[in-house]
């Protein structure tokens, strides 16, 4: 028998707040979410030591520009942007053209990678070999199951555990579940780890592309918001100046979860804290 110190197993202070039910949210909380497309908090001035090597690391991927590049994001654009969305062949590619106050907003790869500056190859893949990823997997040291098709991010060393949490919420389709991640959202881990080919702004297109084969929210029909500041940063390039109307506007903007300084250290105190379980658990 393998008894654990009373500490380690210590119950949570407080009671658990009563969900809210779906019928009593609103559109937006509906639609959308805010740990959804977020921001990312990579540590500017270094002062997370245990974070450093990957935050460092992560400022100077080519990821760097899309995780951290905040706009006002208003939820009247995108809303309309997916009410009118529709999957188009334009020269011969497909495209998906929405439409926003009378004017046609385009999303495709390369407009995905010119805006989000990911530096893709045309050419690259949007998926690596299943086998590659086990691979990276095993020698990461993963204590997870890797067969698996989810794998939790508190499997992983610190490390790691902090670049697929900022790819879940700021890169990937996830709109709850955010410690679990899909294999296609590892491999895509992996291979900007190991620097292998591999085209962000594909993945993130394919990911809008089957949001378009979903039949909505059973409450309102329509879809969900995915990649909100993302489209945001597409109309205000090629729409410039027509979202100054509602710059006054604050009730329009859509309310994104921010991750900080305080949540990056919380992180780490998870961490600590899943450790000394493990130790009290053998000693007793």
């Given at each position: 028998m393998v008894l654990v110190h009373r500490k380690c197993m210590a119950p949570k202070e407080g009671k658990r707040k009563p969900a809210t039910k779906k019928e009593n949210k609103t559109e937006e909380e509906i639609m959308s979410e805010k740990r959804h497309n977020q921001i990312a908090y990579l540590d500017p001035e270094e002062q997370?030591?245990?974070?450093?090597?990957?935050?460092?690391?992560?400022?100077?991927?080519?990821?760097?520009?899309?995780?951290?590049?905040?706009t006002p994001v208003y939820k009247s654009l995108i809303k309309a942007f997916w009410d009118f969305a529709s999957v188009v062949q334009l020269d011969g590619k497909d495209?998906?053209?929405?439409?926003?106050?009378?004017?046609?907003?385009?999303?495709?790869?390369?407009?995905?990678?010119?805006?989000l500056q990911l530096q893709d190859h045309?050419?690259?893949?949007?998926?690596?070999?299943?086998?590659?990823?086990?691979?990276?997997?095993?020698?990461?040291?993963?204590?997870?199951?890797?067969?698996?098709?989810?794998?939790n991010k508190g499997d992983m060393p610190l490390r790691y555990k902090f670049l697929l949490h900022v790819l879940i919420q700021c890169l990937s389709n996830r709109r709850a579940g955010y410690d679990m991640a899909g294999n296609d959202l590892v491999g895509f881990m992996v291979a900007l780890v190991l620097n292998n080919p591999f085209s962000i702004s594909k993945y993130i297109f394919g990911n809008m592309k089957e949001n378009m084969t979903r039949t909505g929210s059973?409450?309102?029909?329509?879809?969900?918001?995915?990649?909100?500041?993302?489209?945001?940063?597409?109309?205000?390039?090629?729409?410039?100046g027509?979202?100054?109307?509602?710059?006054?506007?604050?009730?329009?903007e859509l309310q994104f979860f921010k991750d900080n300084q305080e949540s990056c250290a919380q992180k780490i105190q998870r961490k600590r804290s899943s450790k000394k379980v493990v130790r009290c658990a053998r000693k007793h």
């Open positions: 997370l030591a245990e974070l450093k090597d990957i935050t460092k690391w992560t400022r100077e991927s080519r990821i760097n520009y899309a995780v951290t590049f905040s495209v998906i053209r929405g439409r926003v106050n009378n004017l046609d907003v385009i999303v495709s790869p390369d407009i995905l990678n010119e805006v045309p050419d690259a893949p949007d998926s690596i070999p299943i086998m590659c990823t086990r691979g990276f997997l095993l020698r990461m040291k993963c204590t997870g199951d890797i067969f698996s098709t989810q794998i059973r409450i309102t029909g329509n879809k969900f918001w995915m990649y909100p500041r993302f489209l945001q940063m597409i109309m205000n390039i090629q729409h410039p027509r979202q100054q109307r509602y710059s006054e506007d604050r009730s329009d």
